[in-house]
């Protein structure tokens, strides 16, 4: 693709948060998801209110556990048509699923150690957009992140990391860096830098197409998941 292309691809993207521009993210995109259940959200603006909702739900402790009927479950066997693509890590207090309230064919969830990207995941993400019409990726960090802690130890102390955990700490360190001399809690704040950076990639790789993508955190303690803007 020449330079003019790909520079036409990105405007045609959203990433809403953490210090990037954002553009407007109620475009719909067409495709497979015409086929969708009218109840699910064809709109990134629709699919974002849907997890904002979903989440409230959560942290308040009123869950509602949609689509996980017998009936639901035999329609999704089907045919599937999910709403959004959450990127996020593998920690095992940040399931999307049960932190937005969601059901049976609603997510497309790919997780790694400090949702760090590769080839695999970008696949991922360009099979959801493309094949299944999903119109918004959602990059999800959150609060205490291990991964995010083991980059910052590294960029403050030098040592070496073993193993395949090197390519991880390594996708990190830029954050870890970036806000080391900023006001505040050093690993939370290479947390935020850290979602702003890969939301960044996402939205700036060319196959994404129309999809917006979206930063958020997650916070631990009171469960909420707070979706930046600039």
């Known amino acids: ?30 495709g497979p998801r015409a086929g969708a259940p009218g109840d699910l959200p064809r709109t990134a603006e629709q699919a974002l209110r849907r997890l904002r909702a979903g989440n409230r739900r959560y942290a308040e402790v009123h869950a509602e556990h ?27 207090r940040v399931p999307p699923e049960l932190v937005f309230d969601q059901g049976l064919g609603d997510l497309l969830v790919i997780r790694t150690a400090g949702h760090v990207l590769d080839e695999a995941v970008l696949g991922s993400v360009q099979y959801s957009v493309e094949e299944l019409g999903v119109p918004l990726v959602v990059v ?9 802690t083991a980059a910052v130890a590294h960029v403050r102390d030098g040592g070496r990391v073993h193993g395949h955990l090197a390519r991880v700490v390594d996708a990190i360190a830029p954050a870890a860096r970036a806000s080391r001399f900023r006001p505040g809690d ?4 290479a947390v935020r ?38």
């Open 1 to 30: 693709m020449n330079t003019d292309s790909q520079g036409s691809a990105r405007g045609r993207r959203a990433f809403l948060g953490l210090g990037v521009a954002a553009v407007p993210v109620a475009t719909q995109v067409p």
């Open 186 to 189: 050093w690993v939370d704040n």
């Open 140 to 148: 999800l960090g959150h609060e205490r992140c291990g991964a995010v």
């Open 193 to 230: 830098t850290h979602i702003a950076r890969v939301g960044a990639q996402v939205a700036g790789d060319p196959t994404v197409g129309r999809a917006a993508v979206v930063g958020a955190r997650f916070d631990l303690d009171t469960g909420r998941v707070r979706f930046r803007r600039p």
């Open 66 to 92: 949609p689509h996980e009927s017998r009936q639901w479950r035999r329609a999704v066997a089907v045919a599937q048509h999910p709403f959004a693509v959450v990127l996020g890590c593998i920690d095992s």
